[in-house]
């Protein structure tokens, strides 16, 4: 923006695509890099510490807002949905350093040079790795605020998606009351109620996701004849009347990714969000200030029992091999959906709104390896004996152990 130079503004694209083609061949938006990024370190195993996802969120908000491409805002929910809130436990009062989009080990151990960092971090501790006790605040409110953003043309783009309420001023100045109302990402549509004391015109832009083909809009009821492809704007223009509401529909399907340099493995999502096997998660409570690394800082009058750290254990078995049909995966995937979570909080095994009932083939080579981790990915391709049998997914941002890239099974 300073330079108006385009290769700048190129320059953001390569460094993102560069990145990935090499160490983000992975599902939830990001990249392996424990502490590093290492060549021979890219199977999914490899995460990211919390505070890379707090600040690729950033990242994607600044860029969204400079360039309005929707490739940012797409990534930002990716991060957000599938790998932000799985670095928690659900009461948010404990956070790891590093969480991986496949990993079922969530000890006190140091597992270098498997992650590459000496410590306990894998460990859910509220006293541990003060970077992302201070960074990890800044997520939400840096994603809150990119929800609705002012057009140069005097009007108004709903970016991402989520509840929220908009006060701006639009077209000859006059202030308006923006509410919307939605469950997305576990829901298709998003409701917008429009409160002005005058009529005014503007336009107003809706982003569509990537992901996302088909999307329609009603204004009061009736469907617009407006349409735009996946990573455009539909846009509405008209004089806007108080209590005026829309409705936008983004269509959600299953979908399967390839990583290819991982082993040909896959990824199975429905719309924002990227599925991971559902594995029993046993919490073991553990003193957070004992198992705290060595630099962490705490308040003197901070109670451990009240804030308590954790390590987790897998109770089922977690090696499995997916069986799918990647040309049609609607036909060996089903969709389950469920009650809306009473507190308001789907990102957990117990509370999640949605499921996918699949079917999967244990891999015994697949295990544990001498670092302590889930072993990478098993050569491709992969034959098994082992009977089939019925398994479960979950969103990726509800599972804290978590297999999200899976060895298909011919």
């Known amino acids: 923006m300073q330079t108006g130079d385009s290769a700048h503004l190129y320059a953001t694209y390569n460094d993102y695509y560069l990145i990935r083609r090499t160490f983000g061949q992975v599902p939830g938006g990001m ?13 999914p195993r490899q995460g990211t510490e919390t505070c890379g996802f707090a600040e690729q969120m950033t990242s994607d908000g600044i860029l969204t807002r400079i360039t309005g491409d929707p490739v940012w805002a797409d990534n930002c929910e990716d991060v957000l949905f599938n790998s932000f809130t799985a670095a928690f436990t659900t009461d948010m009062k404990a956070l790891r350093y590093i969480t991986c989009p496949n990993g079922v080990t969530a000890d006190a151990e140091n597992h270098s040079p498997g992650i590459d960092n000496r410590g306990p971090f894998l460990t ?16 939400l409110p840096y994603y809150l605020q990119n929800l609705v953003m002012a057009s140069n043309d005097n009007g108004l783009a709903s970016i991402m998606y989520n509840s929220c309420k908009t006060k701006a001023k639009v077209g ?27 009529n005014v015109k503007f336009p107003f832009y809706f982003s569509i996701p990537g992901w996302c083909k088909n999307a329609g ?49 896959v990824s199975v999502d429905y719309g924002p969000l990227t599925f991971s096997l559902k594995i ?7 003193n957070s200030i004992e198992s705290a690394i060595g630099d962490s800082k705490w308040q003197a009058d901070a109670d451990p029992e009240k804030w308590p ?36 909080y789907p990102f957990s095994p117990e509370n999640t709104p949605i499921e996918l009932k699949a079917k999967g083939q244990r891999i015994p080579q697949w295990g544990i390896d001498k670092f302590g981790l889930v ?24 599972a804290r152990l978590r297999i999200s890239a899976f060895t298909v099974i011919n």
């Open 217 to 265: 809009i009603k204004l009061n009821g009736k469907k617009l004849n407006v349409t735009a492809n996946a990573g455009e704007y539909i846009r509405v223009e008209r004089e806007w009347s108080d209590g005026d509401n829309l409705v936008l529909n983004l269509p959600m399907e299953i979908g399967i990714r390839t990583w290819e340099v991982n082993q040909n493995s």
């Open 309 to 344: 750290a954790f390590t987790i254990d897998a109770k089922s078995p977690w090696n499995y091999g997916l069986i799918v049909d990647k040309n049609t995966p609607s036909n060996s995937l089903q969709i389950v959906k469920k009650e809306w979570p009473a507190d308001n």
């Open 124 to 139: 859910m501790n509220p006293f541990s790795s003060r970077c992302c006790q201070h960074n990890h605040g800044h997520a």
């Open 280 to 286: 029993e998660e046993e919490y073991n409570k553990i």
């Open 375 to 398: 072993d990478v990915l098993p050569l491709y391709p992969v034959k098994t004996g082992e009977p089939i049998e019925d398994i479960t997914l979950i969103p990726m941002g509800a």
């Open 31 to 43: 990249f392996g890099s424990d502490e590093n990024s290492r060549m021979g370190y890219i199977d």
């Open 172 to 198: 000859d100045g006059t202030e308006i009351t923006l509410i919307e109302e939605t469950n997305y990402p576990y829901e298709e549509e998003i409701r917008f109620t429009l409160q002005t004391a005058q």
